[in-house]
């Protein structure tokens, strides 16, 4: 979400980055949604690539969403004055973004699972979810993606301008800056949002509810059986996946922002990137 572009190209960069990213690391998805569910483990890329589609609209729309309110929420605390952020600035700017962007997420994880779980088409599970179950798991969601989009947004321009400023002999470009940065903002996304990320999976699974009701009764169901480690379930999966997919989109923002949009930086040619 950069200050530098308007709405449309911070969305057309989101949408961009986030689909580069999901086609990359679907694998790690499928494995992080079985473990929590309970289901087995598989290598088969007819299983692992099920449901790409709506993870890519998932992913590329989410992500959209994210850049482009992330960029007006910093544009509005700015008054439209390209400027370093406080750290309370950036949290807040990736916190709305990233709840405003569950509204699309939601519904596009739910269609993906149960493409996952029952190997229906697209649009036979699209058809069956066309009712009030299409909103199951939105409170999960929206705290998840607040949380994740601080993790991947917001984090790691902070860690990595401190990296730059404090290590400079060490941290002497950007790329190197963003290891440690990438780091700390999948930790600080993944134990977060873990718990919540479970209880929407598990609820986004059994949209029959024979095992899982609302949101609260998921919660009771999963500490019940499986104790505070079941709201862990899969966090390998879904920490590897975020390491990679912070350091990704942080990469591509960067990389791709000047490349898709060089127009918008060339008054600031002399800023690294």
């Not at 590329?60 to 605390?77: E, S």
């Not at 490349?259 to 008054?267: E, Q």
Request: proline letters at 4%; hydrophobic letters at 40%.
């Amino acid at each position: 979400m950069s200050q530098e572009l308007s709405e449309f190209q911070n969305a057309i960069l989101g949408a961009t980055a986030g689909v580069i990213e999901v086609v990359a690391l679907q694998p790690m998805n499928y494995w992080k949604n079985a473990a929590q569910q309970g289901l087995p483990l598989s290598i088969d890329p007819r299983l692992l690539y099920r449901g790409l589609l709506p993870n890519c609209v998932n992913m590329g729309t989410c992500t959209m969403l994210q850049f482009t309110f992330g960029g007006k929420i910093k544009n509005a605390i700015t008054g439209g004055v390209v400027r370093d952020l406080s750290i309370t600035e950036e949290i807040g700017a990736g916190l709305g973004a990233g709840i405003i962007s569950a509204t699309a997420g939601s519904p596009l994880e739910l269609i993906m699972i149960q493409q996952q779980r029952k190997g229906t088409t697209i649009f036979a599970t699209t058809l069956s979810l066309m009712n009030l179950n299409i909103t199951r798991g939105f409170l999960g969601a929206a705290v998840r993606e607040g949380l994740w989009t601080v993790g991947y947004l917001s984090i790691p321009p902070i860690v990595r301008n401190f990296m730059r400023t404090q290590m400079p002999d060490v941290f002497n470009t950007d790329d190197k800056a963003r290891v440690p940065a990438a780091l700390t903002g999948a930790l600080f996304a993944s134990f977060l949002t873990q718990p919540f990320d479970t209880i929407k999976t598990c609820m986004q699974g059994d949209i029959e509810r024979k095992t899982y009701g609302g949101f609260i009764d998921t919660y009771k169901k999963i500490s019940a059986e499986r104790g505070l480690s079941g709201f862990y379930s899969g966090i390998a999966f879904r920490y590897g996946r975020m390491v990679c997919a912070v350091f990704m989109l942080d990469k591509l923002r960067m990389m791709l922002g000047p490349i898709m949009f060089p127009g918008a930086y060339k008054h600031d040619s002399s800023k690294g990137h």
